[in-house]
C-alpha cells in the first residue's frame, strides 16, 4: 500500500484529476466507484513515469477494491454455524464464483482478486483486437464446468470499444452463464453503449468513464496499453 500512501501526498491533485476526467453515466447497470483509494490507485496507474512494478501493484489493489463494489450484490443464504461460545446463523455465498480475465490485460486484475477468493474458479478468454477493423478474434475459450451455477465476473482493465468485452459475454452464455458482472478500471461511452447494446443486463462496474477514444480506439485520457505496462513489454 506504499504507493497509495505517496499518492494520497497529493490529495488536491488527485481530486481535480478526478473531477477533469471522470465522466458521468445515467445507465443504471453502470457504477462508477467513487472511492479515495481508487481514485488513488488509477491516479498511479494513469502516469506514464509509473514503472511496471508500481503499476502491477497499484492494478491489484483498486482490482480489490472494484471486486468489493461487484460483490455487494452478490446473494447469500443462511447457514448455521458453532462459535466458540454458541451456536448462531451466518450467511454464506449462495453460488459458487468464477473469474473470467479476457487475455492478456485481465490477468493483471485476477492476480488482485484471487488474493480476496482464493477459493474461487478461473475461466480464460483470449480475444483480441484487429488493429485494423478495431474488431474481436477469439483465440482461447475455456471456461470451468460449474459456469452455469456461478456467479461470473468478467474481468478487463479497459472497456474501449467494447467489442472485445460483447464477444466474451456471447461465449460466456453460450456455455450457460446466467449470472454475469462486467469489471473494469477504465470504461468510455462508445464501450458502455456497444456493450448494453447488446446485453443490456450486464452490470458493469468501473473507476472512471474517459470521455473518448482516438483513431487508433484506445481510450483518452486512459493509461495505455494496459497489458504492457502491466508484464513490461511496452
Given amino acids: 500500500m506504499a504507493a497509495l500512501v505517496c499518492a494520497f501526498s497529493s490529495a488536491k491533485s488527485t481530486n481535480l484529476a478526478r473531477k477533469s476526467v471522470r465522466a458521468t453515466t445515467h445507465d443504471p447497470k453502470v457504477t462508477v466507484v467513487n472511492h479515495p483509494l ?14 511496471s512494478a508500481d503499476f502491477r501493484r497499484a492494478l491489484q489493489e483498486v ?15 443462511p447457514h448455521q454455524v458453532e462459535t466458540p461460545l454458541k451456536v448462531c446463523m451466518a450467511e454464506i455465498l449462495a453460488r459458487p464464483l468464477v473469474l473470467v480475465p479476457i487475455l492478456r490485460a485481465g490477468l493483471g486484475m485476477l492476480d488482485g482478486m ?3 477468493l482464493p ?5 480464460h478468454i483470449g480475444v483480441y483486437r484487429n488493429e485494423k477493423t478495431l474488431r474481436p478474434s477469439t483465440y482461447f475459450c475455456r471456461l470451468p464446468s460449474t459456469i452455469g451455477e456461478a456467479q461470473v465476473v468478467l474481468i478487463d482493465p479497459m472497456l474501449a470499444t467494447g467489442h472485445s468485452a460483447c464477444e466474451a459475454v456471447a461465449l460466456l452464455k ?31 462496474i468501473t473507476a472512471a468513464i474517459d470521455p473518448e477514444l482516438n483513431d487508433l480506439g484506445y481510450i483518452v485520457p486512459g493509461l495505455g496499453d494496459a497489458g504492457d505496462r502491466y508484464f513490461g513489454t511496452a
Avoid at 38 to 51: E, F
Avoid at 66 to 73: D, E, I, P, R
Wanted: hydrophobic content about 50%; overall charge positive.
Fill in 63 to 77: 482490482s480489490v477494491l472494484l471486486l468489493g463494489q461487484a460483490s455487494a450484490a452478490w446473494e447469500t443464504v
Fill in 114 to 116: 484471487l488474493a480476496l
Fill in 38 to 51: 481508487v481514485a488513488a490507485s488509477l491516479a498511479i496507474l494513469r502516469s506514464k513515469t509509473t514503472a
Fill in 174 to 204: 453460450k456455455s450457460g452463464a446466467t449470472r454475469i458482472q462486467f469489471i473494469c478500471l477504465v470504461a468510455c461511452p462508445p464501450g458502455l453503449e456497444q456493450l448494453h447494446s447488446q446485453h443490456p443486463e450486464i452490470p458493469i
Fill in 119 to 123: 477459493h474461487a474458479a478461473i475461466g
